[in-house]
Nanobody, 124 residues
Framework: QVQLVESGGGLVQAGGSLRLSCAAS????????MGWFRQAPGKEREFVTA????????DYADSVSGRFTVSRDNAKNTVYLQMNSLKPEDTAVYYC?????????????????WGQGTQVTVSS
């Protein structure tokens, strides 16, 4: 089992920045990648970014590429999502998740463990 706890959400004006954190505990050795997903009201959950737990290899959705940066601190078992140049359309609940299958990192169904989510609201 892996437990994930997100933090760092909040309210920010358009153009501002936020950093989300996701602390992992439990059977960390089984993790291949950590991903971030988001879900806005009335919309389906969508992939945002993922990072290989041991490799550090990253992948970004086109909608956030160049604005968001994912990183990890293996010593702290924590993944970060730095979000810059935020837009109102970035408003959503953001979830971190853990998967054993980096190759399927863009598929929410490939993730076995999920955090509780943290709200990000970007005002115009």
């Amino acid at each position: 089992q892996v437990q994930l706890v997100e933090s760092g959400g909040g309210l920010v004006q358009a153009g501002g920045s936020l950093r989300l954190s996701c602390a992992a505990s439990g059977s960390i050795f089984s993790i291949s990648a950590m991903g971030w997903f988001r879900q806005a009201p009335g919309k389906e959950r969508e992939f945002v970014t993922a990072i290989g737990w041991s490799t550090g290899r990253t992948d970004y959705a086109d909608s956030v590429s160049g604005r968001f940066t994912v990183s990890r601190d293996n010593a702290k078992n924590t993944v970060y999502l730095q979000m810059n140049s935020l837009k109102p359309e970035d408003t959503a609940v953001y979830y971190c998740a853990a998967t054993k299958l980096f190759t399927l990192r863009r598929l929410g169904t490939a993730y076995d463990y999920w955090g509780q989510g943290t709200q990000v609201t970007v005002s115009s």
